[in-house]
């Protein structure tokens, strides 16, 4: 015995609802984070924007800045420097002793540059001299030499190099220990008063043993009674 077949399901809005439902739900979402997408997007090309420009802000004031500054050093008035004459320098003082033996040449040396003055730096900085000081004395000495620099030509430098050498030479350059510097560093050499003293420090080292000797036995000299 056959059961009569049931009737096919008739579709009705109301069994279709919950299918249609779903799909708009489902679309609406997409629509949204769709809309945020482009939101997000449109706002990073807005900031980009406003960084390139702020960039470019910059570097406009930044060249304008070195406009400013190339126009104003072509425009600065230079600052004319003085010219060293030749032999500007005064006599060293007669009772500076002579270097007839390796003790004297601490006196030598601190009446030098009592007379040098400023000008020290010319012979302060040498080598050997520049050994023997202190920070705070090498500090000053260059300190002097960039003035000097700053106020006075090129030349004027290496004239006062030249004069102070002179100066030496008419002094030193009779004595038998000191003369064959002067035939080793001349006047050729653009700091030759520099050399020159390099050399005399050298051969007659304040901390060597024949001038500390000299020195002992010219104390003890005057330390006898008369």
């Not at 320098?89 to 009772?95: F, N, V």
């Not at 002793?97 to 000008?119: I, Q």
Request: hydrophobic content about 40%; aromatic content about 8%; some cysteine.
């Amino acid at each position: 015995m056959r059961t009569p077949a049931s009737a096919p399901e008739t579709f009705t809005p109301d069994n279709a609802s919950g299918a249609s439902g779903e799909v708009a739900d489902s679309d609406h979402e997409k629509l949204e984070r769709l809309n945020k997408a482009r939101d997000a997007f449109e706002q990073f090309q807005r900031g980009a924007a406003e960084d390139d420009a702020a960039k470019m802000e910059r570097l406009v004031a930044e060249v304008e800045m070195l406009r400013d500054r190339l126009a104003a050093s072509r425009t600065a008035p230079a600052v004319k420097k003085s010219t060293w004459k030749p032999q500007s320098l005064r006599a060293l003082p007669g009772d500076i002793p002579l270097m007839n033996k390796p003790g004297n040449v601490l006196a030598v040396r601190r009446m030098v540059f009592a007379w040098l003055g400023s000008y020290s730096f010319v012979l302060r900085l040498s080598s050997e001299e520049r050994k023997m000081m202190t920070k705070a004395e090498l500090e000053l000495h260059r300190s002097n030499r960039d003035e000097f620099v700053a106020a006075w030509t090129p030349a004027s430098v290496t004239q006062l190099q030249h004069d102070i050498y002179l100066e030496l030479k008419r002094h030193l350059g009779g004595s038998i220990l000191v003369a064959p510097i002067f035939n080793t560093v001349t006047t050729e050499l653009a700091e030759c008063a520099t050399h020159l003293w390099d050399a005399f420090i050298s051969a007659f080292h304040p901390r060597s043993f024949p001038v500390v000797a000299g020195c002992r036995v010219r104390s003890d000299h005057l330390a006898r009674p008369r």
